[in-house]
């Protein structure tokens, strides 16, 4: 026998001798094999190879933030390209539902007997995805009173769940990296309060202007002082962070802000796709079950619908930063910040 190194190739690299033979149909392994089983076993590895990239680049993305100083044209460079990647790998997978849809739910139900506990409710790979983003184990609904969603899992597949909920998420750096901007910036507090104060003020007393398109400085002036800010309802961002997020939504045009706008936007474009998968596959849930018991025994389209709502959104601060902004009519004076 030769000791002799086997050649790389195509196949060897990609692994497709595994690859191409892992779709195992259980309806041909009762001797009744429905074709459509092999569309559904394909689809569904597909969202797990996509979900395995995007863990990847969400890796990368949060040993970026933890560098010691993030250099702006150097660090957001690398950061924006991954998390770019992510947004065309979640429109990507978006799309799957529209092929595993060519599947008439009467087809389905074919084979659906054979999958017996088996339920896309146990895909560890998305659990993680959320929990490397930044969504919090209290804030998830229950499938079942009692039950968490690593019930769902096994004994390693758990383990593996519940560090993923300990470590750096998307949303930690992302807070870390908003309070620094904020420091460097930021260098006089009283002078920047006074500032964005008397800007908002003149907006909201423009009486050039219906009232209902003046500034709302009763709510503006909350987020000034810490001890108002702490009080507003579902808030995550620290007050520093938070102000570092502003700071650069009101001035994103300016060069020194460019690229940390650009990032914000990149967060929230995530944050919406993650969010559009959930009420994608909640519409194809529905179209394929209707109300029935999901496969595995969850309570199917009803849980998955609970799923889909705002507090299962990581960023939505900086969607809800819009309410704070100010028009440039009003941004003309002094600026509350100084470069660095």
């Not at 938070?242 to 020194?256: K, M, N, R, T, V």
């Not at 993650?274 to 595995?296: A, D, E």
Request: glycine residues 6%.
């Amino acid at each position: 026998m030769s000791d002799e190194p086997k050649k790389l190739t195509y196949e060897t690299y990609l692994g497709l001798d595994k690859l191409l033979t892992c779709q195992e149909l259980e309806s041909e392994k009762a001797g009744n094999r429905v074709a459509e089983e092999h569309l559904f076993i394909i689809v569904h590895q597909g969202f797990e190879i996509w979900f395995k990239q995007i863990l990847e680049d969400f890796k990368g993305v949060i040993d970026i933030f933890k560098e010691p100083k993030i250099e702006e044209r150097t660090h957001l460079s690398g950061i924006t390209t991954k998390l770019g990647r992510c947004i065309l790998i979640l429109k990507v997978v978006i799309q799957h539902f529209e092929i595993i849809e060519t599947m008439p739910p009467a087809v389905f139900l074919n084979f659906r007997k054979y999958l017996k506990s088996g339920s896309g409710f146990q895909s560890l790979q998305f659990r993680q995805i959320e929990n490397t983003l930044g969504l919090r184990p209290e804030t998830r609904e229950q499938d079942q009173p009692g039950k968490d969603y690593k019930d769902a899992l096994n004994t390693e597949q758990s383990e593996v769940a519940k560090d993923s909920e300990k470590g750096d998420t998307l949303f930690s750096v992302a807070e870390t990296w908003l309070k620094n901007v904020f420091g460097t910036y930021v260098r006089d507090r009283v002078q920047y309060f006074n500032v964005l104060s008397e800007m908002m003020k003149t907006w909201a007393e423009d009486t050039t202007m219906e009232e209902h398109h003046r500034g709302n400085k009763e709510a503006f002036d909350k987020i000034l002082k810490e001890d108002t800010y702490e009080t507003i309802p579902d808030r995550r961002l620290t007050f520093e962070a938070f102000h570092g997020a502003l700071l650069i939504s009101l001035y994103q045009d300016e060069p020194e802000f460019q690229s940390a706008y650009h990032t914000i936007k990149l967060f929230m474009d995530i944050d919406s796709l993650v969010s559009k998968w959930r009420h994608t596959h909640v519409l194809m849930v529905h179209r394929m079950l209707g109300k029935k018991t999901g496969t595995g025994g969850s309570s199917g389209y009803d849980y998955l619908k609970r799923t889909n709502q705002d507090k299962y959104r990581v960023f939505m601060e900086f969607f809800n930063m819009g309410a704070y902004l100010i028009p440039e009519d009003y941004k003309r004076g002094e600026k509350p910040y100084s470069v660095p």
